[in-house]
């Protein structure tokens, strides 16, 4: 049996990718000594007609859906038909990888405990967007990305795990933007892989490694 992925995105879809990559569904697995993960991508929606995710997506075969915000009068509306679309692709865990849109309780709290997002920072430091130019304002030594469940508050959901990277004297917000998103590419896979082996789960909104509370975010390179 395998995870069943739902995963929303707005643009590139270089994380989709590194998902698809994982899941054996890419057209050239990045990793070719791992394993595929027991988890699968069963259907992309996004709320932008010409995000390059979607063309990833096709290309891999799977099932995509466009849904615009602009065409709903309010986000219940919206967040309403989009639960209708990825409701029919019945997922184990909706992904949420560089969906740029707020989503409202009712969504949030339709999938809880099944929602995780990906951010661009050391969470819960520079939450919201700008993070790596924030991250350089704050003088911050060490910089990342995180994987989190999902709650109504925007990116305060408990964290699951986090990648670092050191910031060096010469970064700017651009090379810190791609050295993050090199590591996003990475972080985002091993948390599926722990959710697809069954290690990883939510209940009553505390993440559980093991069967054991989730005290503090796991670290990619203590675990990988
Ligand atoms: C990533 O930086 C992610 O952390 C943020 O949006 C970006 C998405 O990038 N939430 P991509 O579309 O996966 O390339």
Redesign the pocket.
């Given at each position: 049996m395998s995870l069943r992925l739902v995963v929303l995105?707005?643009?590139?879809?270089?994380?989709?990718?590194?998902i698809l990559d994982a899941c054996g569904q890419g057209q050239s697995p990045s990793d070719q000594s791992a394993p595929p993960l027991a988890a699968r991508v069963v259907g992309v929606l996004s709320n932008r007609a010409d995000?390059?995710?979607l063309t990833r997506a096709a290309s891999a075969g799977i099932p995509t859906a466009v849904l615009s915000h602009r065409d709903y009068a309010d986000r219940a509306g919206f967040d309403e038909a989009m639960t209708r679309v990825i409701d029919a692709w019945q997922p184990d865990v909706v992904v949420?990888?560089?969906?740029?849109r707020i989503l409202t309780a009712g969504f949030v709290d339709h999938y809880a405990g099944r929602l995780i997002?990906?951010?661009?920072s050391l969470l819960p430091r520079h939450k919201g967007v700008d993070t790596h130019q924030r991250a350089l304002d704050a003088g911050d030594a060490e910089h990342g990305?995180s994987v989190h469940y999902v709650t109504p508050e925007l990116d305060g959901g408990p964290v699951i795990a986090q990648a670092a990277l050191r910031v060096e004297a010469d970064d700017d917000a651009g090379t810190l933007?791609r050295r993050?998103?090199a590591l996003?590419h990475r972080l985002y896979p091993a948390v599926i892989g722990w959710l697809a082996e069954g290690r990883l789960r939510c209940e009553a909104g505390e993440p559980l490694l093991d069967g054991a509370p989730l005290t503090t975010p796991l670290q990619l390179h203590a675990t990988a």
């Open positions: 995105i707005s643009g590139s879809g270089s994380n989709l990718q590194a995000a390059f995710g949420l990888a560089g969906f740029m997002n990906i951010h661009p990305c933007a993050v998103h996003e």
